[in-house]
C-alpha cells in the first residue's frame, strides 16, 4: 500500500523544548520554536469541566504546585497553578496550558502539532471524542491539521468518531498483541514507538500497510543515526539544544 503524502518534519520538539523549560507550558514552545524546530508534541487532557489543557501525568504534583488529580478540577481552579517553578524559580508562576492557547501560538508562529491523547483514567472515550473536537475546531482551514497520538486505543476511537479527517497514530512501549491490526481498524497513518522497537522488519510492516514510523524519546545521536537508517520517517527529542531540526 501506498503511503499518503506526510506533511510532517523529521524531528519534533517533545512537550514543547523537552526539558530546557517546564513540558507542556506556552514557554516550553516558544523555546523549541527559538531552536528552529517546525514541529512539537504536547500531552492533552480534560479538566472536570472538559476544558483541553496541557498536562502529562494523570497528576499534579509533578509539573505544578497543586495536588490530587488533575481531572477533578475545573479549569478556573487548574489555571491558578504554578506549572513552572517546579523547574527552578527563572520559570516560577509560568501557568498551565490550554489546547487553545497553544493553537493560537501555533498558528503564529507556523508551528506544527502532534497532540498525544492523555486520559484520565476512567474518561478515554470521552477524552479522545473532546480533544479532536476540539482540535478540528481550532484547526479548522489549516493546511496541515495536527497529528493525534494516544496509547489508549479507546482515546483514538473517540477520536475517529468525533474528528474522523484528523490523522491519527497508535502509540506503543512495547509490541502488544494485535498492535498493527489495531493500527489499521483505527485508520492511523503512524505508529509511535519507544524508539528501540524499531527494527527493519517492523519499519517494513508498517510502510507496505501505508503507514509511517515515528520514535520517542530519542536524545542520543548514535540512536538517531541508527533510527534514520531505518527507514523512519520523524523522531520525538528532548534534545532540541543538540539535533538542528530539518
Given at each position: 500500500?501506498?503511503?499518503?503524502?506526510?506533511?510532517?518534519?523529521r524531528w519534533i520538539a517533545h512537550r514543547g523544548a523537552g526539558k530546557l523549560a517546564p513540558e507542556n507550558t506556552l514557554a516550553a514552545f516558544r523555546l523549541g520554536a527559538q531552536h528552529?524546530?517546525?514541529?512539537?508534541?504536547?500531552?492533552?487532557?480534560?479538566?472536570a469541566d472538559e476544558v483541553v489543557f496541557l498536562l502529562h501525568d494523570a497528576t499534579l504534583e509533578r509539573t505544578t504546585d497543586g495536588h490530587g488529580a488533575a481531572g477533578a478540577l475545573a479549569w478556573s481552579e487548574l489555571s491558578r497553578l504554578d506549572a513552572g517553578g517546579w523547574l527552578g524559580r527563572a520559570w516560577a508562576g509560568e501557568?498551565?496550558?490550554t489546547l487553545a492557547g497553544l493553537a493560537a501560538f501555533c498558528h503564529a508562529n507556523r508551528l506544527l502539532l502532534n497532540i498525544e491523547i492523555k486520559p484520565t483514567p476512567g474518561?478515554?472515550?470521552?477524552?479522545?471524542?473532546?480533544?479532536?473536537?476540539?482540535?478540528?475546531?481550532l484547526w479548522a482551514g489549516a493546511d496541515v491539521p495536527p497529528l493525534l497520538t494516544s496509547f489508549q486505543p479507546e482515546a483514538l476511537r473517540g477520536a475517529q468518531r468525533s474528528a474522523p479527517q484528523l490523522p491519527?497514530?497508535?502509540?506503543?512501549d512495547t509490541w502488544i498483541d494485535g498492535w498493527f491490526e489495531t493500527a489499521h481498524i483505527l485508520g492511523c497513518v503512524?505508529?509511535?514507538?519507544?524508539?528501540?522497537?524499531?527494527d527493519a522488519a517492523s519499519v517494513h510492516r508498517v510502510h507496505a500497510a501505508g503507514m509511517r514510523c515515528l520514535s520517542y524519546t530519542v536524545?542520543?545521536?548514535?540512536?538517531?543515526?541508527?533510527?534514520?537508517d531505518l527507514g523512519t520517517d520523524a523522531i520525538i527529542t528532548d534534545r532540541v539544544d543538540l539535533f538542528a531540526p530539518d
Amino acid at each position: 500500500m501506498t503511503a499518503q503524502p506526510w506533511p510532517y518534519p523529521r524531528w519534533i520538539a517533545h512537550r514543547g523544548a523537552g526539558k530546557l523549560a517546564p513540558e507542556n507550558t506556552l514557554a516550553a514552545f516558544r523555546l523549541g520554536a527559538q531552536h528552529g524546530y517546525r514541529m512539537a508534541e504536547c500531552d492533552a487532557k480534560l479538566s472536570a469541566d472538559e476544558v483541553v489543557f496541557l498536562l502529562h501525568d494523570a497528576t499534579l504534583e509533578r509539573t505544578t504546585d497543586g495536588h490530587g488529580a488533575a481531572g477533578a478540577l475545573a479549569w478556573s481552579e487548574l489555571s491558578r497553578l504554578d506549572a513552572g517553578g517546579w523547574l527552578g524559580r527563572a520559570w516560577a508562576g509560568e501557568p498551565p496550558a490550554t489546547l487553545a492557547g497553544l493553537a493560537a501560538f501555533c498558528h503564529a508562529n507556523r508551528l506544527l502539532l502532534n497532540i498525544e491523547i492523555k486520559p484520565t483514567p476512567g474518561v478515554e472515550g470521552r477524552t479522545g471524542e473532546v480533544v479532536a473536537a476540539e482540535a478540528a475546531r481550532l484547526w479548522a482551514g489549516a493546511d496541515v491539521p495536527p497529528l493525534l497520538t494516544s496509547f489508549q486505543p479507546e482515546a483514538l476511537r473517540g477520536a475517529q468518531r468525533s474528528a474522523p479527517q484528523l490523522p491519527r497514530g497508535l502509540l506503543l512501549d512495547t509490541w502488544i498483541d494485535g498492535w498493527f491490526e489495531t493500527a489499521h481498524i483505527l485508520g492511523c497513518v503512524a505508529v509511535v514507538c519507544n524508539h528501540t522497537l524499531w527494527d527493519a522488519a517492523s519499519v517494513h510492516r508498517v510502510h507496505a500497510a501505508g503507514m509511517r514510523c515515528l520514535s520517542y524519546t530519542v536524545n542520543d545521536s548514535r540512536a538517531a543515526q541508527r533510527l534514520w537508517d531505518l527507514g523512519t520517517d520523524a523522531i520525538i527529542t528532548d534534545r532540541v539544544d543538540l539535533f538542528a531540526p530539518d
